[in-house]
């Protein structure tokens, strides 16, 4: 039954490999790549079972939150192109906080 369930998810992890490099848009190779670490944990957490192995559930633990982070990551670097803070502005890059500043100026001046 265990082979079987190794079997299915070693599969599962096949096509996600598949549709990682053959993804029509990038958000579908980042799922891809975060299923493939979902069914990594999955793999571990089963060998761990099999193998009568308690501790490798901390290891799978530590891998899905490793993987969601990384998740977390790419996906703020290809919205916002960098993974630093933002600004007090409200915006990453400095022509754009430029722009925003001297907007807020002349709203300030006209006002007063």
Do not use: C, W
């Amino acid at each position: 039954m265990f082979f079987a369930a190794s079997l299915a998810l070693l599969a599962a992890m096949l096509l996600m490999l598949v549709r990682l490099f053959a993804g029509p848009s990038l958000y579908d190779r980042v799922l891809a790549l975060n299923a493939f670490g979902t069914k990594t944990v999955l793999l571990i957490g089963l060998v761990g079972f099999v193998t009568d192995r308690p501790d490798f559930m901390d290891i799978a633990l530590l891998y899905a939150l490793i993987n969601f982070v990384g998740t977390i990551a790419v996906l703020k670097f290809f919205r916002y192109r960098a993974l630093g803070d933002i600004d007090d502005l409200g915006v990453l890059d400095a022509d754009a906080a430029a722009t925003k500043a001297d907007t807020a100026v002349k709203q300030e001046a006209s006002s007063s």
